[in-house]
């Protein structure tokens, strides 16, 4: 069996639909140490289904008592982390956590302080998605790169790895989607750490499956990349 050292983060908001299935997927690694969900107060059954379902003893909850978004649910997530290794897993299904396990083995290795899962970078199954999602994804890496002289293929994706130690350094001020522009704006600010990126599989959703960001997250992520090129 693997050694246990990997601490899962999901923010949840209304996934009733998926949230069973996705935590039976993370659980079945061995590596995991822990599973952190968040519920940011669910509307739509999500919460009461995970009050009254008997999970595992890796499985730890956490409620907000008022919605506040994807950022401040990954902060109540990172406060509890105790695992050597933290990542960030979405409550859909469009991410596979069999992956995981690939996006340990830098860090592990010795060579890695953040590494990133690219849905961007080829080599792995991605469903054909919307095109002016992928013409925003693009735009916001360019503009990442070229703010921060770097070379990522995907700064909005979800799996975001982190040695505790360096997600536990970085304050969190986004309540909303703008935590993931936030969290590569900090990171990639700091020339210490050392960041990696893996392709990985993407099966997206449509806007009728469920899918949340619109053009309106792109204009804030923008601004977020902007405001944390130059202060905290």
């Known amino acids: 069996m693997a050694i246990q050292t990997l601490s899962v983060v999901m923010p949840v908001y209304n996934e009733k639909g998926t949230i069973l299935k996705i935590i039976s997927k993370v659980l079945a690694l061995d590596e995991v140490k822990e599973l952190i969900i ?6 739509d059954g999500t919460r009461e ?4 379902y008997k999970f595992d003893e890796r499985v730890r909850f956490f409620y907000h008592d008022r919605n506040q978004g994807k950022g401040a649910a990954l902060r109540t997530g990172f406060q509890h982390a105790s695992g050597e290794i933290v990542v960030v897993q979405d409550a859909d299904l469009e991410y596979d956590p069999k992956e995981l ?7 592990e290795d010795g060579l890695a302080d953040v590494v990133y899962g690219s849905r961007l970078s080829g080599g792995k199954p991605q469903r054909v998605c919307m095109f002016w999602h992928r013409l925003g994804n693009d735009f916001l890496s360019f503009l990442t790169n070229f703010l921060f002289n770097t070379t990522l293929t995907d700064m909005e994706t979800c799996y975001k790895m ?16 703008s935590v993931e522009p936030e969290l590569t704006a900090k990171i990639l600010k700091n020339r210490n750490l050392r960041v990696y990126e893996i ?16 053009w309106r997250h792109g204009i804030s992520a923008v601004l977020t990349l902007l405001k944390y090129r130059f202060i905290d």
């Open 38 to 43: 968040v519920d940011d107060c669910s509307i």
């Open 49 to 52: 289904l995970l009050k009254n």
């Open 101 to 107: 396990v690939e996006l340990m083995k830098p860090i």
């Open 162 to 177: 982190f040695r505790r130690d360096v997600i536990a350094a970085i304050k969190i001020r986004s309540n909303g989607f």
């Open 199 to 214: 392709p990985i599989s993407y099966y997206g959703r449509s806007y009728s499956e469920g899918k949340k960001i619109t």
